[in-house]
C-alpha cells in the first residue's frame, strides 16, 4: 500500500513497545478512525476502487461485508465536482486489540490528473 507514488507508512511515536503491549492486553475495547478527504476521488465502490486499511498485524481491512471490515462513518466521497469532501472510516473491536493501530491506507480511485487526496489519522482509542 504505501509503496505507491512515495507512500509513507503511518508512523506512531512509541517509545517502548511493552507500553503498547499492555494497553493491548488490558483493554475491552479498541478503536481508531480515518478521514480521506477528497476531490474527484470516490473513497468507496467495488473491491478495487475502495479504501482499504492495513492493520499493525498485517490484516486488510476493506469495506466488503466479513469478518475484515471496517465501518463506513460517512461518506461524501461520491461525486467529481471539483470540491473537497470527506469520507470518514473507522475500526472498533471488543476482541481483536491487536490489529491496531493502523499503520497504512491505500486509495483505488487516485491519478487523475483532477484528484487530489489526503488523510487524517486520529489517535488509538483504548478503553
Not at 36 to 43: E, G, K, L, V
Amino acid at each position: 500500500m504505501s509503496t505507491l507514488n512515495d507512500g509513507k507508512v503511518i508512523e506512531y511515536n512509541i517509545t517502548d513497545a511493552s507500553q503498547l503491549t499492555f494497553l493491548r492486553l488490558l483493554t475491552t475495547n479498541v478503536s481508531q478512525t480515518i478521514t480521506y478527504n477528497c476531490r474527484n476521488s470516490i473513497a468507496l465502490g467495488d473491491a478495487k476502487r475502495s479504501l482499504k486499511l492495513l492493520t499493525s498485524i498485517d490484516v486488510e481491512l476493506t469495506n466488503e461485508e466479513g469478518k475484515n471490515q471496517y465501518d463506513v462513518i460517512s461518506d461524501e466521497c461520491t461525486v467529481r465536482d471539483g470540491q473537497w469532501h470527506q469520507t470518514r472510516v473507522g475500526y472498533e473491536s471488543t476482541t481483536r486489540s491487536s490489529r491496531l493501530p493502523i499503520i497504512d491506507v491505500a486509495a483505488g480511485d487516485i491519478g487523475g490528473v483532477d484528484q487530489e487526496f489526503s488523510w487524517e489519522v486520529e489517535p488509538v482509542c483504548f478503553v
